[in-house]
Nanobody, 127 residues
Framework: QVQLIESGGELVQSGGSLRLSCAVSARRFSNLAMAWFRQAPGQEREFVATINRNGRSTDFANSVKGRFTISRDNVKNTVYLQMNSLKPEDTSVYYC????????????????????WGQGTQVTVSS
């Protein structure tokens, strides 16, 4: 069983920065590909960023490229989303997700690839 707990969401001004954390309880965290998704009110959940099992490969949605980075600590069982130059359109609930069937080198941007989800953390960017 895998459990994910997000933290770090808060209200921030446009242009500011936040770092989200996702603490993962799993038998072998290093077997999991991880990702962040987000969902704004009235909109579908969308892909934000993903990182492969050993942290050497990442992928990002075009809307956040150059502003967001994703990283993981396979000792602390935690994945991070560093968000810089935040915009009001980044306002969403951010969800951490885990893929327990991941191939070592692969990243996954599709929501259906993930079989474990956190409860989400609210990020609000004011203009």
């Amino acid at each position: 069983q895998v459990q994910l707990i997000e933290s770090g969401g808060e209200l921030v001004q446009s242009g500011g920065s936040l770092r989200l954390s996702c603490a993962v309880s799993a038998r072998r965290f290093s077997n999991l590909a991880m990702a962040w998704f987000r969902q704004a009110p009235g909109q579908e959940r969308e892909f934000v960023a993903t990182i492969n099992r050993n942290g050497r490969s990442t992928d990002f949605a075009n809307s956040v490229k150059g502003r967001f980075t994703i990283s993981r600590d396979n000792v602390k069982n935690t994945v991070y989303l560093q968000m810089n130059s935040l915009k009001p359109e980044d306002t969403s609930v951010y969800y951490c997700a885990a893929n327990s069937h991941a191939i070592q080198s692969a990243t996954y941007s599709g929501e259906s690839s993930y079989d474990y989800w956190g409860q989400g953390t609210q990020v609000t960017v004011s203009s």
